[in-house]
């Protein structure tokens, strides 16, 4: 099946520094999407990025779909950063929405 | 906009009995809801797409009579889980998409004693 691979598993920063999360999928997909999952739960869009790249203020996002792989970059990290980020692909074959196994970002203080 | 709610968002049961999470698009409309189940420290595993006015699909390994879904409506996504046993205890989680985005519900925590 489709493989959907994040790195780093897991990061630790002091605060202020910057990080780049990868996401590597196997298959020819749709969209691509970037979470944050913040302590409670709650899960947070970040980025809609099927391709491209696209900036929200410190975080942002690049997706080279011919490549199968999608970049996201956390800059000037603080600690309300820290959580786990998923990104979720949609399969181009059956439109299923998988997700990677997260990178798990500690920013300490 | 494209907020998504679900209730609860904690239970406890008991084991044997059955509970019912609703998940609600409140400000757009949904032909197509997703659940997914995750297990503390790990990733989102889809466990069946909800589609209005028919039957859900169910993903491979997941009990239909189990976790059974009902999409009533274009707002409106139930996952029942009937006769809960401890194993089932988990964050349930709903996403619904809006223009091609997937906006994700606040999640229940299953606790089943």
């Known amino acids: 099946g489709i493989q959907v691979e994040q790195s780093p598993p897991d990061l630790i920063l002091q605060e202020g520094a910057n990080s780049t999360l990868r996401c590597n999928f196997s298959d020819s997909v749709n969209n691509l999407q970037w979470f944050h999952q913040n302590p409670w739960g709650q899960l947070i869009n970040l980025f809609y990025i099927p391709s491209g790249t696209k900036q929200n203020g410190r975080l942002s996002a690049t997706t080279v779909a011919t490549e199968r792989y999608s970049l996201l970059y956390i800059s000037s990290s603080q600690t309300t950063d820290s959580g786990v980020y998923f990104c979720a692909v949609e399969l181009r074959r059956d439109d299923k929405i998988i997700f990677g196994k997260g990178t798990r970002l500690h920013i300490l203080p | 906009g494209a907020v998504v709610s679900q209730h609860p968002s904690r239970v406890i049961c008991k084991s044997g009995t059955s509970v019912k999470i609703e998940c609600r698009s409140l400000d757009f409309q949904a032909t197509t809801m997703f659940w997914y189940r995750q297990f503390p420290k790990q990733s989102l595993m889809l466990m069946a797409t909800s589609n209005e006015g028919s039957k859900a699909t169910y993903e491979q390994g997941v009990e239909k009579d189990k976790f059974l879904i009902n999409h009533a409506s274009l707002t409106l996504s139930t996952l029942t889980v009937t006769s809960a046993h401890p194993e089932d205890s988990s964050f349930y989680i709903c996403?619904?998409?809006?223009?091609?985005?997937?906006?994700f519900g606040p999640g229940t925590r299953l606790t089943v004693t």
């Open positions: 996403s619904a998409a809006l223009a091609y985005e997937q906006y």
